[in-house]
């Protein structure tokens, strides 16, 4: 089913868009590099359709450290799936949440996070996000074509 536009394109001033596109910065995609971060969110939640559960990391970047040119003020995500996957040896619900234990595990510097059940999950991360908001800088190396994009390389207390 198709929707209908109609009442937005009477509200457009055609130049006005145009003028505005024009002056409009290009932004690409943030390259692999070093970046010094404040962790944004970071939480478990389901995927738009519902049906999946999914760990999500949004950190913006304070400083580059080593990249092509400078990224401040940008974000970078860590989105990965933990129910749902496709279930084998190398790949499935127990191996994805596993890595993200090891993920987070390596940014508090503790072993204590463990998986007993998606909502008792979600709660320790959301302690633990809020544990870190605003008290730690995270110094990663991100690479977007990596699985694991974002590598923890040093966590700085503020």
Same mark, same amino acid.
């Given at each position: ?7 937005? &394109?009477?509200? +457009? ?6 003028k505005q596109m024009d002056t409009a910065?290009?932004? @690409? @995609?943030?390259? !692999? ?20 559960v999914l760990f999500s990391v949004q ?31 190398k790949w499935n619900d127990g191996v !994805? ?6 993920? +987070? ?12 059940? *998606?909502?008792?999950? !979600? ?14 800088? +995270?110094?990663?190396? *991100? ?10 390389? @040093? +966590? *700085? &207390?503020?």
């Open positions: 089913m198709a929707v209908d536009f109609s009442k937005f &394109d009477k509200m +457009v001033n055609q130049d006005e868009i145009q910065q290009d932004f @690409d @995609d943030v390259p !692999a590099g070093t970046y010094l971060c404040e962790i944004k969110n970071m939480e478990v939640k389901l995927t738009k359709a519902g049906d999946k950190m913006q970047i304070i400083n580059t450290i080593d990249a092509p040119k400078k990224q401040d003020k940008r974000y970078i995500f860590f989105n990965r799936i933990i129910s749902g996957n496709k279930s084998t040896e !994805a949440i596993k890595g993200i234990i090891s993920w +987070v595990n390596e940014l508090t510097g503790d072993e204590d996070l463990e998986f007993k059940n *998606y909502t008792q999950f !979600a709660e320790d991360i959301l302690d633990i996000f809020q544990d870190l908001e605003s008290n730690v800088e +995270v110094e990663v190396i *991100y690479d977007p074509e990596a699985f694991n994009p974002i590598k923890i390389k @040093d +966590v *700085y &207390d503020k």
